[in-house]
């Protein structure tokens, strides 16, 4: 089975550009339709492009993000979210 890359990228506001996340997820070679975008608050991970994503990771997988604030605004919430599966994270 091959190996797939995702990225990661959330703004937590409207106002807020997300264009470094994406330069710096992009550098890392992966095509547009396998990154993921979400335009929202932090405070929990009820987020479209976020569920989307967690529906098509799979085991062995790699996710770049830019920082693992993208995913949550609580570090031991982000890791207990994502014990059950078993993810390369990739930051920066």
């Known amino acids: ?7 990661y990228i959330r703004a937590s506001s409207k106002d807020q550009n997300e ?18 975008m979400d335009k929202q608050s932090g405070k929990n991970f009820d987020r479209e492009q976020y569920q989307l994503l967690k529906r098509m990771i799979r085991k062995g997988d790699v996710l770049y993000i830019h920082s693992l604030d993208r995913f949550g605004r609580n570090k031991e919430e982000i890791l207990q979210e994502w014990n059950c599966n078993s993810v390369l994270f990739t930051c920066r």
């Open 19 to 36: 264009g470094r996340q994406l330069q710096a997820i992009k550098e890392k070679g992966l095509d547009e339709r396998d990154i993921f």
């Open 1 to 7: 089975m091959d190996v797939r890359k995702f990225g």
